[in-house]
């Protein structure tokens, strides 16, 4: 599976952004999907989850409410809406893909991902 992430950029607080994530290779619709984070100097933290059929999704406690993670398996993408943007929602976003959804027990840890892309820049000025 190849992840291709686009749709970042400069935003002003309190403004909205969509990233998306193309996948290309096997079987998209039969993996599970995450978005995960990374600012400088920080570790890369996770942000959403979503299962394959899209019936199961969650998100961190930091973003709930204003982060909403879909998926579109015809167009084989991952979507993440981002709302109400803060200064700290900067980083680099990833997605990700799983071959399995372990629930929200195991979906947070990096490890849970077989296939990574190479990431977007989102910036929020104050």
């Known amino acids: 599976v190849q992840l291709v992430e686009s749709g970042g950029g400069l935003v002003q607080a309190g403004g909205s952004l969509r990233v998306s994530c193309a996948a290309s290779?096997?079987?998209?619709?039969?993996?599970?999907m995450g978005w995960f984070r990374q600012a400088p100097g920080k570790e890369r933290e996770f942000v959403a989850a979503?299962?394959?059929?899209?019936?199961?999704?969650y998100s961190a406690d930091s973003v709930k409410g204003r982060f909403t993670i879909s998926r579109d398996n015809a167009k084989n993408t991952v979507y993440l809406q981002m709302n109400s943007l803060k200064p700290e929602d900067t980083a680099v976003y990833y997605c990700a893909a799983a071959g399995r959804w372990g629930g929200i027990a195991t979906m947070n840890r990096r490890v849970s991902y077989d296939y990574w892309g190479q990431g977007t820049q989102v910036t929020v000025s104050s």
């Open positions: 290779g096997r079987t998209f619709s039969s993996y599970a």
């Open positions: 979503i299962r394959w059929s899209g019936g199961s999704r």
